[in-house]
């Protein structure tokens, strides 16, 4: 049997895994992806892609593109409780993730339906180098000390193996990669049992000019595709009830307003919805991400969010691993950080969906899809601390705050999946200690602000280490470039510190 070899074998296709290949291939580390679908699926899924995602793919070139897509559609920023869809509104309120994130971010939420920024996303991973193979499906896998060999059927059927030195497990809530490994979840398998119809229908004329992107009727949520030709309504239901065509078509009707004559039935399925986190993240090198580590309510735009951080955390890390400039235990520090993420956004989804009322306080959806922290150093190794993206002001395991520079963002000075030190004005003494630590220059950067540094809290004199992932990993508030050398190495987890469980500080 025909036996391959890759750094990183990626399997799964969608979003997240497609996300993950670019961030790789972006930074010079060709990975394989195998998904077992010829075509990745057209269903209506995610809308809602928040800053700290757009962030991300700016980094790697493919925000652009994403931005021409969204501006060559009609404006879909708001939401509304219809009588119907061509009836009157009751209420309308614009979405969170259109909210205007200028003064923490240099990217604005982008809009537009997940199949479309796939396909962006698989267009710059392919241009940037990964290889993707569609139609391949993966059957099965085995772990040695250094390596992951996994079995594969090509689109013809015929099996071929493929050795990595890690495995990206993206398959999806039912993943067979997951359940191999016998690792369980914890949470809500049932919120609720759902039914959703497709249908077709030119909804153009009902829309136009309404900015709106989703709407309920009662019980009943109505979305639709950019081309405003073709959608889905979603509602609950008991399992096991049955629709004919005839009944489906009369919902259908009553949702949108509109006469069974303009409204055609393409199909349907029941879905349960789910709110879970997989009790373990990692087996050895292989690793859960997206969908495969967590399921969330579709409610507050995070599900694609989540998965789509969970690649940008676990590709920085493994790029700084397989280009040695960090330690294989980094890779220790995926789990901790993103399964407490993945529980207080799974917890907030739910709370959404079970306590409409308001009854329990619940964080803003920029809190939880942007101002999440990571445990670092000696903070809380628990739950991470989430508040409002502007209140972080550089405290180690937060993102780097955006500050506008002479048209750049601070955010843009992390490049290349590099670490990067940002000091104070009177910081000559860092930029010294960043060459003894790093004397070829080979994975750490040195930045200067001009100014502004109370937006960081460290002062004219002091510094952050930031990671390739846009987090600050270390700060000093006061001139002490002695403790430099030590910080790298906590951050590259060249040593341990007791009190980072997650093994950064």
């Not at 501006?71 to 920023?77: E, I, M, Q, T, V």
């Not at 939401?79 to 990217?107: I, K, M, N, Q, T």
């Not at 690649?311 to 407490?340: F, I, M």
């Not at 992390?414 to 994975?443: C, I, K, S």
Request: overall charge neutral.
């Amino acid at each position: 049997m025909n036996v391959e070899h890759t750094p990183v074998l990626i399997v799964g296709g969608s979003i997240v895994g497609a996300s993950a290949a670019l961030f790789l291939a972006a930074r010079g580390i060709t990975p394989v992806l195998v998904e077992k679908h010829p075509v990745v699926s057209t269903r209506l899924r995610a809308k809602l892609f928040y800053p700290r995602t757009m962030e991300a793919y700016r980094a790697v070139g493919a925000d652009r593109d994403v931005y021409a897509l969204q501006r060559s559609l009609p404006p879909a920023d708001q939401a509304a409780v219809v009588d119907s869809l061509a009836g009157r509104e009751l209420r309308r309120w614009r979405l969170p993730a259109a909210e205007d994130f200028g003064e923490v971010s240099p990217c604005p939420s982008a809009l537009v339906k997940q199949a479309d920024l796939e396909e962006i996303v698989r267009k710059h991973a392919r241009a940037a180098g990964a290889d993707l193979r569609f139609g391949h499906r993966f059957l099965d896998l085995t772990q040695s000390g250094d390596r992951v060999v996994a079995r594969v059927l090509d689109a013809n059927g015929e099996p071929y193996t493929v050795e990595g030195d890690y495995l990206l497990a993206a398959d999806g809530n039912g993943s067979t990669i997951r359940e191999g490994l016998r690792i369980g979840r914890a949470g809500e398998e049932v919120l609720s049992h759902v039914r959703e119809i497709d249908f077709e229908a030119d909804l153009r004329p009902v829309l136009d000019g309404r900015r709106l992107a989703m709407a309920w009727a009662g019980e009943v949520f109505i979305s639709w595709h950019t081309a405003r030709t073709r959608g889905a309504v979603s509602f609950p239901c008991d399992p096991g009830t049955t629709m004919n065509a005839e009944e489906s078509r009369e919902l259908v009707c009553q949702a949108l307003g509109l006469p069974a004559t303009g409204v055609a039935i393409t199909g349907s399925r029941a879905w349960r919805m789910s709110g879970w986190v997989a009790d373990s993240y990692r087996a050895d090198r292989v690793f859960l991400l997206g969908d495969a580590a967590h399921v969330t309510p579709p409610v507050g735009g995070f599900g694609a969010n989540l998965g789509i951080q969970d690649a940008w955390n676990l590709t920085a890390k493994l790029v700084s691993v397989l280009r040695g400039d960090a330690h294989p235990r980094l890779l220790d520090s995926y789990e901790p950080e993103r399964r407490a993420v993945g529980e207080l956004t799974v917890d907030q989804a739910v709370l959404r969906v079970r306590d409409r009322a308001g009854a329990r306080p619940r964080l803003s959806e920029a809190a939880v899809a942007i101002g999440y922290r990571y445990p670092a150093g000696n903070h809380d190794s628990g739950h991470p601390v989430a508040d409002e993206p502007s209140r972080w002001h550089g405290e180690p395991g937060t993102r780097l705050p955006h500050l506008g520079l002479l048209g750049i963002s601070t955010l843009d000075l992390v490049r290349d999946g590099r670490y990067l030190l940002l000091t104070g004005p009177g910081g000559n003494a860092w930029t010294r200690a960043a060459r003894e630590v790093d004397p070829a220059g080979a994975f750490l950067d040195v930045a200067v602000l001009p100014g502004r540094t109370d937006h960081y809290g460290i002062g004219e004199h002091g510094a952050l280490l930031v990671r390739p992932d846009h987090v600050i990993a270390w700060r000093a508030t006061h001139p002490t470039p002695h403790a430099l050398a030590d910080a790298v190495a906590r951050a590259t987890a060249r040593t341990v510190p007791a009190d980072a469980p997650g093994g950064v500080g």
